[in-house]
C-alpha cells in the first residue's frame, strides 16, 4: 500500500489542531489559533519524522510524552506545572476519545481491513472519514461532560465547619477545594482559609484590624498581653491564589477544627486558620476554603 507523506502530515495536523482546541475549552484556557497551529505542526512533523525513522527510541513512549509537553506548552506557554500537568490529562484523554472515535469509523467503513505500520494507521479511507470519527467522539465527551457536571453539584462539596481558637468556637459553611494545597511553608501544616470577619468573637480586633502591618513586621499597634498571648501562633502564609500572584496570608494556629461530612465528623488538630480580609464566594455560600486534609 502506498503512504503519502503529506497525507500523514495533514491528517495529524487536522487532529492535533482540534484537539489542542479541545483542550483549551475543556480547561477554559485562553485560546490563540496561531499558536495552536504551531503547535499542530510541530505535532505532524514529529509524526512524518517518526513514521521515516521507524526507530524504536524515537517513537517510544518518553518521546511521545515528551512531544505532548512540548506542544502544550507551546499551544498554551503556562508556567505553572500543575495546570501543565492538568492540561497534559486532558490532551491524552481528548486524545484517547477522539483515537477511538476515528478508528472505530474506520473500522465500520473500512470492514475490518486496517493496520498500523509504524504508528501509522493504514486503511482504504480518507480525511473525511477521520474527520466524520473526530466529530462524533467529540461530541460523546462533550455530552458526557455535561452528563458529570450536572450530577456533581457544587453543593456536594460544602460542609460545615467548626474552629476553635483559644477555647473559643465558630461554625461556618466552607467549601473543599481539592486544588487548595495551601500549606505552612515550615511546618507543612495545612492551612484553612476562612474570612477574617468572622473570627471577631474569636481573635481581638487588634489582630484583625492591623493585619496588613503584621505581615509587614510592624507589632505597635499590637498591645504587649495581645502580642504575647497570640505571637507564637502566628504565621505567614505564602499563596498564588485568591486573586493576587504573590500574596500573603496572616495565619493563627488553632486548637482543632471539626469537619462535618455526609456520614461523620472528623476533627483536626494540626491546622492553621489563614485570614482572608475579603469574601471568599461573593454569593455568601461558603466562607471558608478547605483543601486536602489528612
Known sequence: ??????????????????????????TKTKIKFIKITLSSIVGSTYAVIAYMLNNSFFNGIFMKILLSVVMIYIAYETNNV???????LYFYL??????????????????????????????NYTILTIM????????????AFRLIKSKISKKDFICNIEIKIEEKNISTKAMIDTGNLLKEPITNIPVVVVESNLLKNIIPNEILENIDSI?????????????????LKMRVI?????????GMLLGIKAQEIKIEEVNETRKIEKVIIGLYN???????EYHALIGLLP
Do not use: C
Open 82 to 88: 500543575k495546570k501543565l500537568l492538568k492540561m497534559i
Open 278 to 284: 475579603k469574601k471568599i464566594n461573593k454569593r455568601g
Open 238 to 246: 505564602p499563596f498564588t491564589s485568591l486573586g493576587k500572584e504573590n
Open 1 to 26: 500500500m502506498t503512504i503519502y507523506l503529506d497525507v500523514i502530515f495533514l491528517e495529524n495536523l487536522i487532529l492535533n489542531f482540534i484537539i489542542l482546541l479541545a483542550v483549551g475549552i475543556e
Open 132 to 143: 466524520m470519527g473526530v466529530i462524533i467522539a467529540f461530541i460523546v465527551l462533550i455530552m
Open 215 to 231: 505581615l509587614g513586621g510592624d507589632l505597635s499597634k499590637i498591645p504587649e498581653n495581645i502580642k504575647n498571648q497570640y505571637f
Open 94 to 123: 481528548t486524545s484517547f476519545a477522539f483515537g477511538g472515535g476515528a478508528l472505530a469509523l474506520i473500522y465500520i467503513v473500512n470492514t475490518g481491513k486496517i493496520s498500523i505500520q509504524n504508528g501509522i494507521i493504514q486503511g
